[in-house]
T-cell receptor, first 119, second 113 residues
């Protein structure tokens, strides 16, 4: 079974600064997906960024980028120019490659990192 | 284009009662996933359903929990004889399947008194 570990229960960053959230995972699979989700106080899960394991290029979405190190099984999230609206719980998640028949496995989540933005 | 809908948003039950949580997937989505989030924890996968079929229930507790996704209507997560430990937020996600993204609903917060 796959596991996802987020070793930072809480991180704090000054507004406009850059912060990196860490995530490691364990799997015996060679093909898979990795995700970062944001959960603000509303509790709505919002997809921030997604990475396919076969892609060597790191995914980016505006101020959000990842550092994907497949050999090290590491998938960190970098948030540049932090904004007050970035304050939330951030969850790293893993999903196996397609299971065939058009289906896909459920996501395996880490325990989350609480990100605090200081004005 | 409505997103994933879950109702009720909040549900209070006394120990021993039944809880029914409903999830309407996004239009065009035939794959539904249920997750449970305990306080201070990440989401834990419970069950994956396609229309009228349970595909993977490896995360479902063996007793008191069941799920269905009928041909017509929403997916239902049913918890019989609830206990205090069932208090959690229950999230539903839907997708078109395959490599497509799972979109999450707003969750149902279940409180067992």
């Amino acid at each position: 079974a796959q596991t996802v570990t987020q070793s930072q229960p809480e991180m704090s960053v000054q507004e406009a600064e850059t912060v990196t959230l860490s995530c490691t995972y364990d799997t015996s699979e060679s093909d898979y997906y990795l995700f970062w989700y944001k959960q603000p106080p509303s509790r709505q899960m919002i997809l921030v960024i997604r990475q396919e394991a076969y892609k060597q290029q790191n995914a980016t979405e505006n101020r959000f980028s990842v550092n994907f190190q497949k050999a090290a099984k590491s998938f960190s999230l970098k948030i540049s120019d932090s904004q007050l609206g970035d304050a939330a719980m951030y969850f790293c998640a893993y999903r196996s490659w397609d299971r065939g028949g058009g289906g896909a496995d459920g996501l395996t989540f880490g325990k989350g990192t609480h990100l605090i933005i200081q004005p | 284009n409505a997103g994933v809908m879950q109702n009720p948003r909040h549900l209070v039950r006394r120990r021993g009662q039944e809880a029914r949580l409903r999830c309407s997937p996004m239009k065009g989505h035939s794959h539904v996933y249920w997750y449970r989030q305990l306080p201070e924890e990440g989401l834990k996968f419970m069950v994956y359903l396609q229309k009228e079929n349970i595909i993977d229930e490896s995360g479902m507790p063996k007793e008191r929990f069941s799920a269905e996704f009928p041909k017509e209507g929403p997916s239902i997560l049913r918890i019989q004889q609830v206990v205090r430990g069932d208090s959690a937020a229950y999230f539903c996600a839907s997708s078109r399947g395959g490599a497509n993204e799972q979109f999450f609903g707003p969750g149902t917060r279940l409180t067992v008194l």
